[in-house]
């Protein structure tokens, strides 16, 4: 007996689970599983509330679609969602193995090709279609490459980003005194150089890299106290960038790796992350207002450009509009099922 390719075509035997549908794509390396069908209505009235609508009500279908055997440890998601901003295309709330982030450089750039090629926004247009994503940290306007028909590499621009302390020394386990700079880009990151724990962010095993960061993540939730001038729901420390240290303009990449959420690691070089870097280079004096930046992943070699292009405030903070840009890919789609009678269904994780 052989089974034709198009009898196999997305057909389940008959079940009597639920089901869920994704579009599968990545960034740079790193996945972001975009839900399409499946979900209940997230409830809240801003994106904001409806970040904490899902965690609170809907945390199991996020374990679901993230963990083992539908995902795995480092998986990302995105679910997209009403927003209550009349410029905005469309809303959207980022998930990952530990809960729900409040910005997605990666997720954003994926996202702009989808919303095109899916239509989400109304006459696609060449060179550029620009694509206003309502992320949990606000507006962030996406642009899209379109021509004949065809959607290609993404910038977008992103909330006012700014260096909220430097030279932080905190004790982190294992490594006593660490000085940290943390910087906002739509989410908080610290900021290291890696040299700080004897390792390379090109050469390094991940596995090592992931423990240096996650101390500094723990030392720093424990020892610094974060604010946000425009929701305490934005003041939590996302995670921790080792970098090679390269901050001064340089036209070579520099290179840098992401640790977020539960030791998480981002196999692109962080949108939010570039942004928050850019910031504070920014900040440093170290490079000039549309000077260009490349920047590099530690753990796929995968580039994004950043630069600052516009001073702006955010609060008190002296803060920078930062532009990203890089590529992302289709890698499939999937019709999930959660079979009541498995024993494994809502989801697990090897740590
Ligand atoms: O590109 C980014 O901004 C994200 N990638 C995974 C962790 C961050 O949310």
């Not at 982030?101 to 095109?116: D, N, P, Y």
């Not at 590499?153 to 909220?164: E, G, I, M, Q």
């Not at 030392?219 to 001038?229: D, E, R, Y």
């Not at 207002?289 to 405030?313: D, I, M, P, Y």
């Amino acid at each position: 007996m052989s089974l034709s390719s198009s009898e196999m075509e997305l057909q389940l035997p008959p079940h009597e689970g639920v089901e869920l549908s994704v579009v599968d794509m990545h960034t740079g390396g790193e996945p972001l599983r975009i839900v399409v069908a499946g979900y209940p209505e997230v409830r809240g009235d801003s994106v904001l509330s409806k970040r904490r609508y899902a965690r609170e009500h809907l945390d199991h279908l996020r374990k679901v679609l993230m963990f083992e055997p539908r995902g795995h440890y480092d998986m990302y998601g995105a679910l997209i969602v009403d927003s209550e901003t009349p410029e905005a295309d469309l809303g959207v709330l980022f998930m990952h193995n530990e809960g729900y982030s409040t910005m997605c450089g990666h997720a954003v750039i994926a996202l702009g090709r989808f919303a095109v090629d899916y239509k989400l926004v109304k006459e696609p247009r060449s060179p550029e279609t620009q694509v206003n994503i309502h992320c949990p940290c606000g507006l962030v306007k996406a642009f899209v490459e379109y021509s004949a028909g065809k959607t290609g590499a993404v910038r977008f621009l992103s909330v006012p980003a700014f260096a909220f302390a430097t030279d932080v020394t905190v004790t982190v386990e294992g490594f006593g005194e660490v000085t940290v700079d943390i910087s906002y880009g739509g989410a908080f990151y610290a900021f290291v150089d890696a040299e700080r724990f004897g390792l390379d962010v090109k050469q390094s095993r991940t596995r090592v890299l992931v423990d240096a960061a996650t101390a500094v993540t723990r030392a720093i939730k424990s020892q610094v106290k974060l604010h946000h001038p425009v929701s305490d729901d934005l003041a939590f420390l996302y995670g921790t960038i080792l970098t090679d240290g390269r901050d001064q303009f340089s036209p070579e990449p520099t290179a840098n790796i992401c640790v977020f959420a539960e030791a998480q690691v981002d196999r692109s070089p962080t949108g939010s992350g570039v942004t928050a870097r850019v910031a504070l280079q920014y900040h440093k004096g170290l490079i000039q207002l549309n000077q260009t930046r490349t920047f590099q992943s530690g753990a796929t070699g995968s580039q994004f450009t950043g630069k600052a292009v516009e001073e702006t405030r955010c609060g008190d903070f002296r803060a920078v509009v930062v532009e990203v840009a890089g590529r992302a890919f289709y890698t499939g789609v999937s019709r999930f099922v959660q079979e009541p009678q498995d024993e494994l269904t809502h989801g697990f994780l090897l740590k």
